[in-house]
């Protein structure tokens, strides 16, 4: 497809469990971002990949979430143990360019993952 | 922490009328960029704006950059419906990483 996809559009899971959220970014792009948006909130900057590295996770909340990305494509943003505040909608984008680490490139946003914990 | 507020929080209109909505930001920036969205979807880029650039057109849509105010604005002129979303400015810093850092969102209604 020609934009950012996302699986899988809706999780409902148990407090306490696993979830793996999806990201597959647009060919080509080496910079992929993961964001959380609560209901009617602005967007939390959770973490940022240049290729398969993360330079920078200062957004993630906690140790209970981790995130990876290989061969410089897809991307899991992996939740542990999950509570009831991890609830929330979880967007991935991706970019073409970063230049000198400035964001010089316009984010294509996937439609997200809504993530309801019980 | 959010680095954009946007105001009005909230904006009802008549199609036909003009939309302008304001964002301001705290730290200098190399360029703030607006989004939309709408319900239950991503975020889809509008227009970005370079620090050294004081406004910008595409379309309806016209946006302004004050970077001695830390604002910007952006105007839809004769607004239709379809325009109904979220609206959301989003700022880097001038060094280093930079995150894309977004504001809270203005609610744009447009009645028929």
């Known amino acids: 497809g020609a934009g950012v996809s996302q699986s899988p559009s809706n999780k409902v899971t148990e407090k306490g469990k696993d979830v793996e959220l999806r990201c597959d970014p647009i060919?080509?792009?080496?910079?992929l971002y993961w964001y959380r948006q609560s209901l009617g909130q602005g967007l939390e900057f959770l973490i940022y990949?240049?290729?398969?590295?993360?330079?920078?996770k200062s957004g993630l909340p906690s140790d209970r979430f981790s995130a990876e990305r290989t061969g410089g494509s897809v991307s899991t943003l992996t939740i542990q143990r999950t509570q009831q505040e991890d609830s929330a909608v979880y967007l991935c984008?991706?970019?073409?360019?970063?230049?000198?680490?400035?964001?010089?490139?316009?984010?294509?946003f996937g439609n997200g993952t809504r993530l309801t914990v019980t | 922490s959010q680095q954009g507020e946007e105001d009005p929080q909230a904006l009802s209109i008549q199609e036909g009328e003009n939309a302008t909505m304001n964002c301001s930001y705290k730290?200098?920036?190399?360029?703030l960029q607006w989004y939309r969205q709408n319900s239950g979807r991503g975020l889809v880029h509008l227009i970005l704006?370079?620090?050294?650039?004081r406004e910008k057109h595409s379309g309806r849509l016209r946006v302004t950059l004050d970077t001695s105010k830390k604002s910007s604005s952006l105007l839809i002129t004769a607004s239709r419906a379809a325009d109904t979303a979220s609206y959301f400015c989003?700022?880097?810093?001038?060094?280093?990483?930079?995150?894309?850092?977004f504001g809270t969102g203005t609610r744009l209604l447009v009645s028929p």
């Open positions: 990949f240049q290729g398969n590295s993360a330079p920078d």
């Open positions: 730290t200098s920036i190399n360029n």
């Open positions: 704006i370079r620090s050294n650039e």
């Open positions: 060919s080509g792009h080496t910079a």
């Open positions: 984008a991706s970019s073409l360019v970063v230049w000198k680490g400035l964001i010089n490139s316009p984010l294509h």
């Open positions: 989003a700022t880097d810093g001038e060094t280093g990483f930079q995150k894309l850092v």
